[in-house]
């Protein structure tokens, strides 16, 4: 449905690139700090996810079980982790474009396996490179810390690529 949208274009409805981009951007010094909405403005929110293996169910149900795990830890921002709708778009669509400056939640998946920095670096250039969100949240494995992986995803994407990666990791 999201990409029929994108195909459509829906004429003056979205905003112009600048602008979408522009209210994505948090305040500086905000950066690192989880959102601090309640939950219940949390419901009904689209969540798009670059970089998971697939676009089945399966797939979608790793990031619903990191919202779980989320919110378990007492992140009440995730309130109910089943009501937010998670929508897998492969880092080759021709969509990603017109997708990044309507929607506003972004994720990029990372895995905890022996190549994925280098996967997500590509992800990342890829996402650079196609005009794609410069604003994602890092969703991965429950269990997955800070140090490391994430952490040099985040430099990479921020140093590189001009993208804010949020990483919500202990």
């Given amino acids: 449905m999201l990409v029929e949208l994108a195909a459509r274009g829906d004429g003056g409805a979205t905003p112009p690139p600048a602008m979408a981009r522009a209210a994505a ?12 909405r309640p939950a ?6 689209t969540l798009m996810v670059l970089g998971l293996p697939g676009t089945a169910e399966r797939h979608t149900a790793r990031v619903t079980e990191l919202l779980e795990s989320w919110a378990r830890e007492g992140r009440r921002w995730v309130g109910d982790p089943r009501a937010w709708r998670i929508v897998a ?3 080759s669509s021709p969509h990603l474009p017109v997708l990044a400056t309507q929607q506003s939640h972004w994720a990029l998946w990372v895995d905890d396996d022996l190549e994925a ?11 650079a490179e196609q005009g794609g969100p410069r604003r994602l949240l890092a969703v991965h494995p429950p269990g997955v810390g800070r140090q490391g992986l994430l952490a040099n995803l985040q430099y990479v994407a921020e140093a590189y690529f001009d993208i804010e ?4 990791a202990r």
């Fill in 165 to 168: 990666l949020l990483v919500l």
């Fill in 25 to 36: 951007k948090p305040a500086p010094g905000r950066a690192a700090t989880a959102p601090s």
């Fill in 89 to 91: 778009l492969p880092i």
């Fill in 117 to 127: 920095f280098r996967r997500g670096y590509r992800l990342l250039k890829q996402i």
């Fill in 40 to 45: 219940a403005s949390v419901q009904g929110v």
